[in-house]
């Protein structure tokens, strides 16, 4: 049977989005297993790990221009590659899963993952086929293409612009978009949002994840807007969760609040707006839903481009305040959806919502199916 490796990471949520999404596609199109998605990172050092994750969001919550500073100094410097032994841990851990995992192929949706099968394929190990699956668009990290791969998958035009720029081969720079769950295309079509030329009421999805900048104040904004249907989704904010579902209870249309869920690509598809931070996955996903997006943070760095790419295309705004969203949300729904459905329109060409299936079918093609060894 054929197995492909997935290696993710847990800086960010579109790492692991992304990891999802294909491995559920290598298993619908190669059979239940054939997918292995591995964090080498939480594996090799779980405590240590945990702190890194932490530290990082506050990073980038607290003091982001101190990330941006951190995150282009990376992308200046080769630090990764002249300090692998600070990977030590994880590249015994890889090691090990490779040796019992036995893929045929390694798809990486987190960049530093490359490096070490390189510096496992140069020192004796398996020289395995790789492919990096870039989750960010157009502000690209120089970790995404510094490393020898395979391929490139990248999810536009633009981010593919971006690393033939830098010097890629194009023949192994592929633009299937950013992996997304099968609902997407399977449900495309069926779960729409009501037509708001007919009348009705804007529906508006609030997405509250790490970056919590003037959240819990805009989510209070658009529950006191009574013409518009609300759902919040505030993840593990339990005292939040409860604050939003008093505000809720005296409202005249509709308002839900919702605490983790899993029905996040369903709310994308049958709202008309989301309010979020621009997050790769969450963007994508949005993207995907043909869901427009009123970006209320940008981390710097990597989620610049993310917002760029709905800017250039017209496809969403910047509302960086309460007040910004507000304004802008009555913008895109007066003259009955006018400039909502402008975006709606411009992000049809850029949804790639078969992209996961796409990208498990290229790799699935460049293996050889295994043997199956009889054991009668």
């Avoid at 080769?78 to 893929?103: D, G, N």
């Avoid at 249309?253 to 709202?271: E, F, K, N, Y």
């Avoid at 997006?293 to 989620?303: A, D, H, L, Y």
């Avoid at 996961?356 to 009668?376: F, G, K, M």
Wanted: net charge positive.
């Amino acid at each position: 049977m054929t197995k492909i490796l997935i290696l993710t990471a847990g800086f960010g949520e579109g790492h692991n989005a992304a990891a999802r999404a294909l491995a559920a596609a290598i298993d619908r199109e190669a059979g239940e297993g054939a997918a292995v998605v591995a964090d080498i990172f939480a594996l090799a050092a779980p405590r240590f790990n945990s702190l890194a994750r932490h530290g990082y969001l506050s990073l980038i919550n607290r003091a982001p221009h101190a990330w941006s500073r951190l995150y282009h100094w990376i992308d200046r410097s080769h630090i990764v590659e002249r300090r692998l032994w600070f990977f030590a841990r994880e590249t015994r851990v890889l090691r090990h899963l490779l040796a019992r995992e036995r893929p045929d192929a390694v798809c990486c949706t987190f960049p530093v993952c490359t490096f070490l099968l390189n510096h496992i394929a140069r020192t004796g190990g398996p020289a395995l086929p790789r492919f990096n699956i870039v989750t960010d668009s157009i502000s690209i990290h120089s970790l995404w293409y510094r490393a020898p791969c395979d391929g490139w998958f990248l999810p536009n035009d633009d981010s593919a612009a971006v690393v033939l720029r830098a010097g890629l081969d194009p023949a192994r720079v592929h633009v299937p978009g950013f992996p997304v769950p099968a609902i997407f295309a399977r449900e495309a079509g069926v779960l729409t949002p009501p037509e708001l030329a007919t009348g009705a009421a804007p529906r508006v999805l609030q997405i509250i994840n790490s970056g919590k900048r003037h959240a819990a104040e805009t989510a209070r904004r658009l529950l006191a807007e009574d013409d518009w249907e609300i759902t919040c989704a505030v993840g593990r904010d339990e005292r939040l969760f409860r604050q939003l579902t008093a505000l809720a209870a005296g409202r005249k249309r509709p308002a839900t609040i919702l605490g983790w869920t899993h029905q996040i690509p369903h709310l994308l598809m049958t709202h008309h707006a989301v309010v979020s931070k621009a997050g790769g996955a969450t963007t994508q996903e949005a993207i995907n839903a043909l869901c427009p997006m009123i970006v209320s943070q940008i981390v710097p760095g990597q989620e610049e481009g993310n917002y760029e790419l709905l800017r250039r295309h017209g496809a969403g705004a910047l509302a960086p305040t309460p007040d910004a969203v507000i304004a802008t949300l009555r913008q895109a729904f007066a003259d009955r959806g006018r400039v909502w459905r402008e975006w709606r329109a411009a992000l049809a060409p850029i949804s790639h919502p078969e992209a996961a299936r796409d990208i498990a079918r290229h790799v699935l093609a460049t293996v050889e199916p295994r043997p199956v060894v009889s054991l009668a």
